[in-house]
């Protein structure tokens, strides 16, 4: 399902928005992702609605709603998808995932305690989220049978990048993004971190 911004309301897609909710699995995670441009940022907005056909009755699955242009959707009220949001949030087995970048924008509405029952801030990588990435992308191949020198020299090279890469700069998005251009070698991923660094700054005037 695909949620936008729209200027009209429309009670027909409602009941047909209503309806396709609860098509949804029984067990299912549903994902509306960027909220905060979405067109839910106060009740006077609406949100453009397109949902592909098809019976989501199967096992535990996961919904997905991004942010697309369509010219000829109808639209829905912010107040109207709240409605079917609740209708979600009382059945067992679902679970509602919302994304942002502005929360701070968003209707209290939208995310009052009952509808948003956890928050979870992703912030800026840290230190030991770039020595994770690091062994996570390299464990594969250090972990040889009887050969524990690989494993310390894993360690080794996690510390390393850490102390490469600046804190409080980039998201482990990037970072993982950086190393699975270099998965093949531990090796590159350390002698190359540095310039990837200096050019991701550069791309920002920092």
């Known amino acids: 399902m695909v949620c936008e911004p729209g200027p009209s309301v429309s009670n027909e897609l409602y009941e047909e928005l209503t309806t396709l909710f609860n098509r949804l699995s029984r067990q299912c995670v549903l994902v509306t992702e960027d909220v905060d441009v ?24 996961t919904e997905s709603v991004g942010l697309r242009q369509h010219q000829d959707e109808g639209h829905i009220s912010l107040s109207g998808l709240l409605n079917v949001i609740d ?26 305690p009952g509808r948003v029952d956890l928050s979870i801030e992703s912030r800026l990588a840290t230190k030991e989220n770039f020595r994770h990435l690091l062994k996570l992308m390299f464990e594969a191949t250090a972990r040889m049978p009887g050969d524990q020198r690989r494993e310390v020299r894993l360690e080794d090279a996690a510390d390393q990048f850490a102390n490469v890469v600046p804190l409080d700069t980039f998201s482990a998005a990037e970072i993982q993004g950086y190393l699975l251009t270099k998965k093949r070698s531990v090796d590159d991923a350390l002698t190359n971190a540095e310039e990837w660094v200096q050019s991701m700054l550069a791309k920002r005037g920092l």
């Open 87 to 112: 209708e979600i949030a009382s059945n067992e087995g679902r679970i509602l995932m919302l994304t942002t970048n502005s929360i701070k924008d968003l209707d209290p509405a939208l995310i009052r």
């Open 38 to 61: 979405a067109g839910l940022k106060n009740r006077g907005s609406s949100i453009r609605t397109s949902v592909p056909s098809g019976n989501s009755q199967e096992s535990p699955s």
